[in-house]
Nanobody, 127 residues
Framework: QVQLVESGGGLVQAGGSLRLSCAAS????????MGWFRQAPGKEREFVEA????????YYADSVRGRSTVSRDNAKNTLYLQMNSLKPEDPAVYYC????????????????????WGQGTQVTVST
């Protein structure tokens, strides 16, 4: 059974930092892209950042440009999201997702490109 389990969410002050982790089990994803999405209350889920299977290519949303970094450790089958300078608009449930095989980078931003999803971890920013 494939599982993606996020951790690292919590309450942080505006301007602070968080590191989210997503541990995958049940299969390896080293050849497939993985990504982070988020959903704030009353809003649709949106793309945050994604990384290719090798880790050599990343894509990010303009809303997190310069403030977040996605990375992965294929030996640990784990995805990370380092978020800095958190803003009041960043609170949301953050989800990690994984594709099942190689795909073009142009597909990384689409939810439909991902076959597996975690249950999400809540990020709250205090002002």
């Amino acid at each position: 059974q494939v599982q993606l389990v996020e951790s690292g969410g919590g309450l942080v002050q505006a301007g602070g930092s968080l590191r989210l982790s997503c541990a995958a089990s049940g299969r390896t994803f080293s050849s497939a892209a993985m990504g982070w999405f988020r959903q704030a209350p009353g809003k649709e889920r949106e793309f945050v950042e994604a990384i290719s299977g090798s880790g050599g290519t990343t894509y990010y949303a303009d809303s997190v440009r310069g403030r977040s970094t996605v990375s992965r450790d294929n030996a640990k089958n784990t995805l990370y999201l380092q978020m800095n300078s958190l803003k009041p608009e960043d609170p949301a449930v953050y989800y990690c997702a994984a594709q099942t095989s190689y795909s073009a980078g142009s597909l990384y931003r689409r939810e439909s490109s991902y076959a597996y999803w975690g249950q999400g971890t809540q990020v709250t920013v205090s002002t």
